[in-house]
């Protein structure tokens, strides 16, 4: 199954985009910070990130560059 981790600070908009995907029979992870978006990355291997720029504690640019260097 594909694994999907949404990364977006904003609750509502997290969450619907998560519920049309598992709709779509995606399997979804959330991040509502960059912090916690990095040790996610770290732990699991996801298929796709969906990767808001403007978040809070860690931007998702270096959170995007984080991505590159772990895959």
């Known amino acids: 199954m594909n694994t999907i981790l949404i990364v977006e600070d904003e609750k509502g908009i997290s969450d619907l985009t998560r519920f049309s995907l598992e709709a779509a029979g995606y399997q979804c992870e959330c991040a509502y910070d960059g912090m ?5 990355i770290e732990e699991k291997r ?18 995007c560059n984080r991505v590159k260097q772990v895959y």
């Open 36 to 40: 916690v978006a990095a040790n996610l």
């Open 46 to 63: 996801y298929d796709l990130i969906l990767l808001d720029i403007m978040l809070p504690k860690v931007d998702g640019l270096t959170v």
